[in-house]
């Protein structure tokens, strides 16, 4: 609803939104709610987002390559933040001028 609002604005690949459909839909995530719902999420990002083309790969630079997708569509979008649970691993992002933040941490810089 905030990115509805326009509080802020997600980029997204279309090799990254790739990955978080692929992702989502293996049964050792962990996800608790229904596939149904999970899908109907993926469509409203892919949706809300700005679709960024990517036209300089920086990779590799962090020690998962699937996470360098993440930090190429921040670097391209010119985003501020990368929201993740994943922070240790997107470190590096730092060098960019990129801060990485919990969801949790994202939420409360919300208006």
């Given at each position: 609803?905030?990115?509805?609002?326009?509080?802020?604005?997600?980029?997204?690949?279309?090799?990254?939104?790739?990955?978080?459909?692929?992702?989502?839909?293996?049964?050792d995530?962990?996800?608790?709610?229904?596939?149904?719902?999970?899908?109907a999420?993926?469509?409203?990002?892919?949706?809300?987002?700005?679709?960024?083309?990517?036209?300089?790969?920086?990779?590799?630079?962090?020690?998962?390559?699937?996470?360098?997708?993440?930090?190429?569509?921040?670097?391209?979008?010119?985003?501020?933040?990368?929201?993740?649970?994943?922070?240790?691993?997107?470190?590096?992002?730092?060098?960019?001028?990129?801060?990485?933040?919990?969801?949790?941490?994202?939420?409360?810089?919300?208006?």
């Amino acid at each position: 609803m905030a990115a509805d609002r326009g509080d802020f604005q997600m980029a997204l690949s279309v090799p990254l939104l790739a990955e978080y459909d692929d992702v989502s839909s293996r049964p050792d995530v962990g996800i608790t709610i229904p596939a149904s719902a999970v899908d109907a999420i993926i469509r409203r990002i892919a949706m809300v987002a700005h679709r960024q083309q990517i036209y300089f790969l920086w990779r590799p630079i962090l020690p998962d390559p699937k996470d360098d997708m993440v930090l190429e569509v921040a670097i391209a979008s010119g985003a501020t933040h990368i929201v993740t649970f994943n922070r240790k691993d997107l470190r590096l992002a730092a060098q960019f001028d990129i801060t990485v933040l919990t969801p949790a941490g994202f939420i409360r810089l919300l208006p």
